[in-house]
């Protein structure tokens, strides 16, 4: 029998049963070691399976190692996917976030683009406009360089992709590629994502839509070159800065170029607020004949979730303004008989123009009006950031597989696995609350993130730790044990109902790998 070790990189030849059982725990160690350098224990039972096991479980195991699920085993990466996924190991393995990083940045053109997915064994992948994948490179980045420390992944030194162009008027093309010669340092990747972000700009002065943003599906808003996508404006706002800063940590650091991007998000917020205001919530795009989609005035998708959540992360929505965006999704798009929170609302079924592919979906289903579970979560975090703790943390305990499974009934209705996350549920009537893609899904990655960072409000950065907690009002009290190389942290937090909770309160420590084990308690 030949058995291969957790990572693949070698062959034993197990001949006893000895063997056989050295081998098996060879695996359990392993994932001992990546399931347990963040360990949590909170007042909810179900948060802690999910936050410590199984939702990094879920994403290591299908999305970075198989790249792969029940419903879906192409086994591609994906330049926005696995990207994003990263982000919940920078904790338990940064070392391989990094690997990640460096390795998706060789598979950008060197005129900023990058492939959509590829598989690197034949060479071959799909070249796009999408307008958002080359961006999340800068994202990812940043959240890797900020919560490692780790500035000098900035100045390796990494290759282009080459392949033929896309000529005028093609959006995608299946192409093969090799590597370029030329190299430029990571920092200059980033550089060339966001300049072609910013060179790629529409009459209503928000980025393109191309063939599609985060939302596939809506694969025919700017097919001609004319559509915007005013979600990519949001998730641009958040960059530029992201990218001053990167910029500054650079030796000889161009600090015109920071001016430069500081106007250009001046300019770009003007421009939301301009065109993208529809008086109680914002729109989500401009199809390529300058009709505006997600307006109070549409038929169908009068309303998309992830430009509110996006409006309130970016600070862009003004105090009144995310006022109203949040009453409007509130009641809109949470729908609290069945538990789940829809993308959009009304869901296309006969929109002309045709939004794309994302019509072609029943109503309710995967992106077309149901739950899409990667872009509830980024509402979640709006709803922490502005310290609405107990409605956030209702609408994060509802997705949690494990409550979706409590009693036969549920277990009927949801049909999928109680402990991975779905990457879907269904608001389609004759299946409300139904679980759609389970395992290969992005939504894994961002749930772990949510409920570490944002939740129980860790957040490392080079070796400090602070800790802002945004938990519902009901708990007295969580611990949190991370392992700091061979250093063991515990960190209680207990609740002082005396006083009244400061939101704007954090909490540091500095780390040292002291090889000890080290006790902490905050209120």
């Known amino acids: 029998i030949k058995v291969a070790d957790a990572q693949g990189d070698r062959y034993a ?16 160690d392993y994932w001992e070691d990546k399931l347990t350098r963040v ?41 926005r996917d696995q990207l994003q996924d990263v982000m919940s190991v920078l904790y338990s393995d940064s070392a391989y976030a990094r690997r990640q990083i460096l390795d998706h940045a060789a598979h950008q053109f060197a005129e900023g683009d990058v492939l959509h997915w590829w598989h690197e064994s034949m060479k071959m992948g799909s070249r796009t406009t999408f307008s958002d ?25 990494v290759p282009f992709c080459i392949s033929d162009q896309l000529v005028a008027g093609e959006n995608e093309r299946c ?32 980025p393109l839509m191309g063939c599609g943003d985060w939302n596939d599906g809506m694969s025919a808003v700017g097919v001609e070159g004319k559509g915007e996508s005013v979600w990519v404006a949001f998730f641009l706002a958040d960059l530029l800065p992201k990218m001053e800063q990167l910029t500054q940590m650079m030796p000889d650091a161009d600090l015109t170029y920071c001016e430069e991007l500081s106007a250009a998000r001046s300019k770009l917020v003007d421009a939301i607020q301009h065109s993208a205001w529809d008086g109680s919530w914002f729109l989500r795009a401009y199809y390529d004949n300058g009709e505006p989609m997600g307006s109070r005035n549409s038929v ?22 995310k006022a109203s965006v949040m009453r409007e999704t509130d009641n809109r798009l949470v729908n609290r008989e069945h538990e789940i929170i829809q993308l959009l609302t009304p869901a296309f079924k006969e929109s002309k123009p045709s939004p794309g592919y994302i019509m072609n979906y029943p109503v309710g289903v995967r992106e077309n009006g ?12 709006a709803q922490l950031k502005e310290n609405r703790n ?17 009693t036969l009934a549920d277990v009927l209705k949801y049909k999928v696995e109680p402990y991975c996350i779905a990457a879907d549920i269904y608001s389609n ?20 993130k949510t409920g570490i960072e944002n939740v129980l409000g860790l957040h490392k950065e080079g070796d400090i730790i602070s800790i802002a907690p945004r938990v519902p009002s009901e708990w007295s009290e969580f611990t949190v044990k991370y392992k700091y190389g061979n250093t063991l942290y515990v960190i209680k937090y207990q609740r002082d109902h005396s006083r009244s909770v400061d939101h704007s309160a954090t909490q540091t420590l500095h780390l040292v790998d002291d090889g000890q084990a080290h006790e902490v308690t905050i209120h």
Request: hydrophobic share 35%; glycine share 8%.
């Open 133 to 157: 994948d080359y961006l999340w490179l800068v994202f990812v980045t940043y959240q890797y360089v900020h919560v490692t420390g780790d500035t000098s992944i900035l100045t390796e030194q």
């Open 175 to 206: 192409i093969n590629y090799c590597s370029s010669n030329e190299t430029a340092t990571l920092y200059e990747h980033l550089r060339r994502s966001v300049n072609r972000s910013l060179s790629r700009i529409g009459s209503h002065g928000l």
């Open 390 to 406: 107990d409605i956030a943390y209702y609408l994060y305990s509802i997705i949690n597989p494990v409550h979706r499974t409590q």
């Open 429 to 448: 009537p004759q299946h409300p609350g139904r679980g759609g893609w389970t395992w290969y899904t992005g939504s894994a990655s961002w749930a772990y």
């Open 39 to 79: 360990e949590v224990e909170t007042p909810d039972r179900s948060l802690n399976h999910m936050l410590n096991r199984w939702y990094l479980y879920q994403v290591l195991s299908s999305r970075l190692f198989a790249r792969a699920g029940f419903y879906q085993v192409g086994g591609a990466t994906g330049f």
């Open 300 to 321: 169908e998708c009068q309303i998309d979730l992830i430009s509110q959540a996006w409006s309130i992360l970016t600070d862009v929505a003004t105090p009144e303004q």
């Open 13 to 28: 030849e197990a001949t006893s049963l000895s063997a056989i059982n050295a081998e098996y725990q060879r695996v359990v």
């Open 370 to 381: 149901g739950q899409y579970t990667h872009g509830a979560m980024w509402y979640i975090m």
